[in-house]
């Protein structure tokens, strides 16, 4: 009995710590049912491409549905401000977010920036750091995400 | 007594926590937003825009039964036509924040170029009318520094280049859009037979153009669902355009908004049930006594409002009361504030140093959906020296249709019906004499804004 508990709480562990360190495998695991995959990448500053990557994932949910279409928005280099606490785009990161679309942040650039403002940016609860943008959409693409930069 | 304090402080300080607690960035931005403030996170560092608006206007007016022309039966701003084509706006503007990665810190820089009351008198090629920084570090209360449109009446501080008539009511353009006295005494210019012997404009320097140099503390609140309370107050010098003070005097505003959102358009376009109220209080230092000696006085200068605006599915409609006391501004010819025996002494009836005034405007317009096309109408009324001797009622009727070529060019034509009564003399005697042969006029102006 006392074996069979600690087994059980062994593998809950297991399952707790698969789930928060590994983010690649996340993605089949949010959307099962997903038939249509896409990585959206972000690295510009130019404010009018935050409006049309966050276009093109509402685009895609609203065709394919929430459930069958899965979708991340990768952000790197300068198209991290995206992903800004401050950013007044928070409230359609909001809605997206209900909607099943994941945000990424690139740990590189947010170590860079810390570097330069002299302390790290505060970001969208909604995003997920992950250690590298490139290496997340990389990683995204192996596993059959289209890639799409808008 | 202490006890007293430490409620007022107590419940002053709830009162703030409340608002800063409730603040959040508003939906879509307010004039105070629109005109120095960035979106956060998502503003260009350097965003060039700019606009160009030239225009056509006929004047219908009679001259003097003496002979000559007074400045209102003539185009703007030289006074010396009473019809020209003239490029009277032409603006170049940079904005955006001073380092992408920290949206706090934005500036705002515009350079007018047109010809108009901004540069002319002097034939100034340009005229900086904007420069200025805001800092948004604090909740509820940002900070905007430099020279900027200063917070108060709608005319004047919305963007000119989305204005739906060519010409501002009269009591904007006497009662707001001030005109800074001369260092020394400047006498009356008499009417001008055309081409004018001599210019009709008696100021040295250029208008002062809604701005000032100063702060502001300002912000905009989310109350609810769909809310939006603004404030604004701000200290300056009361010196117009120029960089520097001419006095020790300053110039303070205050402005507060309550608009219930509808949810549609954005920006200059949103649409909304806006509720506003301002007031201005300062001094001006002049010389307005003819006596040959430089003595300045200073002279009070106050100027309240209250207004609402409301826009929806295509229609408008504003409406709004203003009301001054002191500096009461005369015309371009008359540069010490004076006619009849107030010329060169303020404390004469006809002097508007002391003088009172007061104007309201209603204005509406319907933009049919599906088409480039709306209609504008306005009526407007001012009654310049209120309760003087000297007192003129100004009042005209605006029609306006505008055409868009599309969402940033536009052509207007307007056709007013003008007509000013100088309500205590019989026609054609005192200032009915120039004023009396005020009638209609016909513009035309093209817009084009551009931005990057």
Redesign the interface.
Known sequence: MKKRVRVYLLCGLAALLAALVTPASMAQEEKPFAEQKFVLQISD???DK??LVLNVASNIIKYYGPDKADVEIVAFG?GL??L?A??????RIDGLTQSGVRFAACGNTIAK?TQ??GNE?PLNEHSTVVPGGIVRIKDLTDQGFLLVKP | MRTKLSKKLLLISITWLVVTLASGPANAANWLMLQGTEPAGSADPVRVWGFVQVQYQKDYSDPNPAGGYIPPKLIQPNWDSQSAFNVNRARIGARGVAMPLDSKINYFLLLEMGNNGITEPGGSFAKMTDASMTFNHLKGARIRAGLFKYPGSEEGLQAIHVFDYINFTWATAQMMLERFPNRDYSPNIPAQPLPPEVSLNGFDDGVGAFRDVGVQLFDTFKVGESWELAYAGMIGNGNGLNFSDNNSNKNYYLYATAEKLFGGGRGPRREGLKFFAWYQDGKRTADLTNDDLHNPEDYDRERYGVGVKFLRNGWRATAEYMKGKGMIWQAPHNPSFGIGPGQGNPNAPGNGAFAKANGWYVEGGYRFAGTKWELDARYDVYNRLDGDRFEIKFKRTTLGVQYFFNPRVRIAFNYEFRSADAVNFPSGAGPNAQVGGIDNRLGVQITGIWSQ
């Open positions: 500053m130019d404010p935050q409006t300068p401000r995206l800004f401050e950013n007044s785009n928070a409230g920036m330069t403002l940016p």
